[in-house]
């Protein structure tokens, strides 16, 4: 009983993780039409700059607000000096993410280095949390915190700001938004700042349990891509239930199947896909 | 000016089977070996472009579909014993099957759905191969010869392999220009209006899509006398990528534009990692200055601009 609440606290703890990353990714896919292959190159960036910022002696929180702010800051980058080149074309853009993240990933490599890096967490949070007869990392649980605030907090900014209402329209129809005069370049910079810091933060948040190497850009990026093929583009909820459904299956997957865990996550895809192929949540455009 | 270009056409093909012919005395010792190696890749990229520039749906999962053959070659020569003919039988079939599977579910999306798909899907074989390590061996990957003895001289495997690809671009080229190839050039430009003129969309696709993994599968097949080791990064999401990019470098939709993309591509990969091992990284800046400035690729500018003086 108590391995099974472990394995489900695992599935759990990862989802945070994934939605954080996943959320990103949703908000950008879902506004700009923007396939950004190279998130997951800005969740390793984000990890590594995390790690960077707190072996210079910043603390934990330090790193992580230092991270998505760094990510951001690259995430402007891509998208005023790449990205605004290659606009209205849909796979010019995707196959351009995919060149960058290409670079990204490499530099990483040159900077960093190909071992495998920790991020150092505060002292409170590390070590067993005791629950009756389940012990479980308080780090991991922390991560579940942070991961339902920052769903707190997106479905806050999309539901309750003007901002958010504007994203919603962009998504809806950027053009009629445009139209009636909003400046929605710039909505779309912000829009593309806050998905880049996400997957900034989800690196410092992935780097402290999960461990930073040169291919964990992939991995996430793959995971990333389930959780929107399943919850469908452009819906914070969708993130929610499709990292819930697909780091449940690829935990129990790892658990019961170790040597096809990636298989797993493949089958719920397959068979959503047969159904519905704009996912869960998704909307026509 | 049909009689001209077709004139042309006869010259040129004339003109590249006897470079192909005299490359090992142009190229010899192991420049023989690199033209070898851009042979394998020109396929791979021709068979992405069957997807990419004459269907219009980017896949990126070709490198899977290609390191799937691979594998099996060398699975079924290395550690079962067999022989490499029955391998190569063996490893096509696989790729087919594989490409079978991808297709039944890529070919309900399109556009960048259809990208991200087959991503996916090239990213769960090579989560397959990196953690199914009593069969693939895991990060060490698969080594061994299947090399027949009279093959393994480097300039008789260039002309085993030349002569596939002979056959192997002839049969591409038939394919495109068939009524089954245009119908997919149709459903590139406009689905809606082929399902109208009565056209089963959704199985030429999957058809198309199955050609393209067999092509690709060939190619890997070769590969593993070429090579005579497979890793995970055969499968990588990198070997899809360059692949396309040679693709695209040679000009999506244009079929040849994949040899002269091969040819760059892997040029360069060579002069370049004689000074630097940032392979990947010029592979990432390849394609973003592709994107921005030439996207239609090499052939595809020279196809413009013929057409601009007409």
Redesign the interface.
Known sequence: MSMTIFQLLNGATFAALLFVVASGFTLIFGLMRIVNLAHGALYLFGGYLGLTISMMGGNFYVSAIGAAIGVALMGLIIDLGLLRFVKGNELRQVLLTLGVAFVLNDLALVLWGGDTYSIPVPSYLDGPFEMGDVTYPKYRLFVLLVGILIFIALWLLMAKTKLGALIRAGVDDSETVSAMGVDIRKIFIYTFMLGAALAGLGGVMGGAFLTLYPTADSEILVFSLAVVIIGGRGSLVGAAVGSILVAMLANFGQVWFPELAYFVIFGPMAVLLAFRPLGLFGKAS | MQILKSKYSLLIVVLSLAILVTVPLLFPGYKTSIATEILIFAILAMSIDILAGYTGR?P?CHGAIFGVATYVMLYYVTVMGGSPWVGVLFAVFASILVSIIFAL?AI??S???F???T???G??V???CL????VTGGENGLRGSVTPLWLQDKVTLYYFIASCFVVLVWMMWRFVNSPFGLTLKGIRDSESRMRTLGYNVPLHLFLGFVVSGFFAGVAGALYAFFNSFVSPSTV???QS?EG?LMA?VGGAGTLFGGIIGAALVISLENIVSLYTE?W??V??????F???FA?SGVLGAVRNFIKSRQ
């Open positions: 980017t990126l579910l309900r999306t556009g960048v759905y990208i991200l798909l991503l996916a899907l990213m769960i090579w989560g397959v953690r199914w390590t009593s990588a999401l990198a990528t396309l695209i940032r990947l990284m592979i990432g800046f390849m394609f973003i592709m994107m921005i996207p």
